[in-house]
């Protein structure tokens, strides 16, 4: 009997199943036809094997000639145009690719990792590709990682933990040798960081991105203090705490556009997202809301009250040592 069925694939296979009435062809068993749906084609392709001058359909007798003539009659009638397709697996569907797949495929670089521990307990690694159409950051950080010239972010130690980023605080000092000069890509200054910060296209839509802090969120506040010079006193005004040198390391747990600002990013985590979470699972220090968003707090910071910025240095602080031990190429 013929049988018509259709695939996922949107192919349709007609099976023509014949056996012998002659008991002395008992031994050529079952002869089956496959037809295909394939390009449009005028003409219905047909293959059949040998059959004997005497056979049976479901134990009707059947000429070779009319068992051809009625498969093609109902394929004809099942599927149009159809095409010979003998034992062959159906296509393997096309998978599609996001935009941010496409992207970070094309935009693929180096690959580093960081070594993470706990109160000096091993807690993990976390693998970031590297962006390389980002060329100052991407190999500012590649630097800071392998520790070129004896600059890196060995010891250096998580900061921060907030609900959207975790923050390493990075190396103060870019140089160790008797010239000074940094041998840190981009030097001591962050000048060609902000350029590429300005014309920085991606956005800090997601989880596992990778950035360097270019710009401060808030202005410093300005100090004043009186000093003697030339034997008279006068007020030397100068800004508290102490500015961004393009060192400071950013992972993303999620969306944070106030980021896209601040923030250059050079690239993504592709294994050790686990650890970053469990970075965020420690505990932290927690401002107490009336305090921190008290209209006397605000005015203390604005006027450089050093005890409201040092207390507010300290605010989603990790309340165990949390480092960077180590660091290289992946």
Known sequence: AAVAMLNQSGHQTVRQQCRSSDSNLKHQGHTAFHFKLAQPSPHLQTHITALPEHASVVGQPMRRHAIGLGLGLLASTLISPI???????PPIPVQSVSPVEQEFAAAAGDKVYLEVKVEGKPLGRITVQLFADVKIGSERFKDLVVGKGGVSYRLSRVDKILPTYIRCEGPRSLSYSATMESPITGGDSVFLLEDELDAQKRKHDRAG????????????????????????????????????NGTQLMISRAADPELDRTNLIVGQVVEGMAVVEAIAALPYAK???????SPFFAAAKA???KRAVTAELGFFRPLKRVIISAGGLA
């Open 83 to 89: 095409a010979w397709a003998a034992d062959e697996d």
């Open 209 to 244: 991105l990778v950035s360097l802090l270019v710009y401060e969120k808030d202005e410093r506040p300005v100090t004043e203090r009186l000093i003697a010079r030339g034997g008279k006193l006068v007020t030397l005004q100068q800004q508290a705490g102490e500015a961004p």
């Open 303 to 305: 006027m450089g009250d």
């Open 287 to 293: 401002p107490r809301v009336e305090a921190y968003d």
